[in-house]
């Protein structure tokens, strides 16, 4: 038996030993409601419990007032409804279908993306090993600068330096990239006039002439020959002897400029076909080019494109030694360092 | 209460595992619409008819409005209106019977009641001056509505003044018309203490009766 007061409250209450073995009194309010009767009113059950009634009229139908809201809700409902129609999700295999598609989009895209990078990438290669950090082709860098003076073209002046500028239209922007240094403004202006100029058709060759040797000045080594007269009268000299003898093209002096490495020939060694192709001796370039002066400028004017003027220039250029086409003059060039022919 | 709607989460919809004889009191709640065809009127709510909406409205508006009463007093149409735009906006998704939209919607009730309460907690009360209302009439028979309105108010009163628990296990099973293992999803709470705190709640509410007619007396 415990000492204490006796609970007749809490769980303890139930146990026997809490009231001393006597049966639990039930409390006022189990009185008032036992649990089987709460359990049938809260489903619903009518009964003679009082309780009953109050559920009952809380139970009862909603009045207008409760149900004044209708009218939005149902106007909400009918907003809502167009946006919430369930879309048909697509099937697995719709799914699978699809992803093996874009997959295969995907690889084409990512080949042909990956084989444009490349082409892109060795044509550039291409280009860049072609052209140089100049922009200038390969092969006219190494006509211009690894072996200069090499190959010089008939009607081409060799300069004071050594470094024969090569013939043909392209001699300009080679030497405008090479080591021969920037082309002046002058030589620029009597190139446009010389190609501007419509040529009759008996001064044909000698207007090659000029041309040529307008190329043979376009190095800076020649600015001597802003002084020079105006190409387009030439004299009615014969076409052998007519423009190189209105100035002096280079800083050397005619006479006594020596015989320049590599140029080889001697004016004497011109074509045959030129006609005079003796210059005399007092043209200007004529023992330095070696390669007949004018005379055999106008030879190659007359047989060959100006195309091929350049390709010769860069075949000369390009190898060590060159033997000249026939009938022309056959100096051997030995490059720079190649001694003087005798 | 405010864990047990953390803890609810969102709108779920309720398992129904209502018992067969549980229907009786939402029979007598609504007795212009049997249960088969608040069946028929669901489904075809949930595929876009106006008219089941209409059915279904009309006979869970009341019950949640009172269920919302007990939660938040004046608010409880504000929270009633919540409801019916989140039921109206997700019924295409609902999938069930009768007795598991009952329970979906009063746990989006008792949700929108919980924010209103948060809310209300966070700003002061502006209370409606009695011109406004003075302007605005209730519709039809205002004398019978009252007497009715009376009855069924008080009710709601005298469920409203038992402690939040057992007040809601009330009118959840008794009004709503849920079963005990709805109520007890809709309130997070094990089916076991949903049957204690209705019991408890209507213990309470017999001896407040008693004590009121024993005061009358």
Known sequence: ?342 | MHAVAAGLGADVAVPHARAPHASTAVAAAAPTRSRGELDVALAAACAGDEDGFVALYRDLQPRLLRYATALVGNDAEDVTAETWLQIARDLPRFSGDVDGFRGWASSICRNRAMDVARSRSRRPATPTDIDVLAEQPAPGDAAGSALEAMSTREAIALISELPQDQAEAVLLRAVVGLDAPSVATVLGKRPGAVRVAAHRGLRRLARMLDDGEVGRA
């Open chain 1, 1 to 342: 038996m415990p000492d204490g007061p006796v609970s007749f409250t809490g769980r303890h209450a139930l146990r026997p030993h809490a009231t001393g073995g006597r049966l639990r009194r039930p409390s006022p309010a189990t009185s008032l409601m036992p649990g089987d009767v709460a359990d049938l009113l809260l489903d619903g059950e009518p009964g003679p419990h009082p309780v009953t009634a109050l559920l009952t009229a809380a139970c009862r139908p909603g009045t207008a007032h409760e149900l004044r809201g209708e009218a939005a809700a149902r106007q909400a409902f009918v907003d809502a409804m167009p946006l919430a129609v369930p879309v048909a999700l697509p099937t697995a295999r719709e799914r699978h279908s699809r992803h093996r598609r874009m997959r295969a989009v995907r690889t084409v895209v990512t080949a042909k993306v990956v084989g444009i990078a490349a082409l892109t990438l060795t044509a550039g290669g291409v280009a860049v090993a072609a052209t140089g950090p100049s922009g200038a082709p390969a092969e006219e860098r190494i006509s211009d600068g690894a072996v200069p003076g090499a190959d010089v073209t008939p009607g081409a002046e060799l300069p004071a330096t050594g470094r024969a500028p090569a013939a043909g239209p392209g001699t300009q922007a080679r030497s405008r990239t090479g080591g021969c240094g920037p082309v002046t403004g002058a030589a620029i202006a009597d190139l446009a006039r010389v190609c501007g100029d419509p040529g009759d058709d008996g001064q044909g060759d000698r207007s090659d002439d000029r041309r040529a040797g307008l190329m043979a000045f376009g190095s800076p080594d020649t600015d001597a020959r802003r002084g020079a007269p105006d190409l387009r009268d030439p004299p009615p000299a014969p076409p052998a002897t007519a423009p190189p003898t209105t100035g002096p093209p280079t800083t050397a002096p005619p006479t006594t400029a020596p015989p320049q490495a590599g140029s080889g020939a001697p004016a004497a060694d011109a074509p045959a076909s030129a006609g005079p192709a003796t210059p005399p001796p007092t043209r200007a370039g004529a023992p330095g080019a070696g390669t007949g002066g004018q005379g055999s400028g106008r030879d190659q004017g007359r047989d060959e494109s100006r195309g091929q003027g350049r390709d010769q220039a860069r075949d000369g250029s390009g190898t060590t030694s060159r033997t000249t086409p026939p009938g022309k003059t056959g100096t051997p060039v030995t490059g720079r360092g190649a001694p003087p022919s005798p």
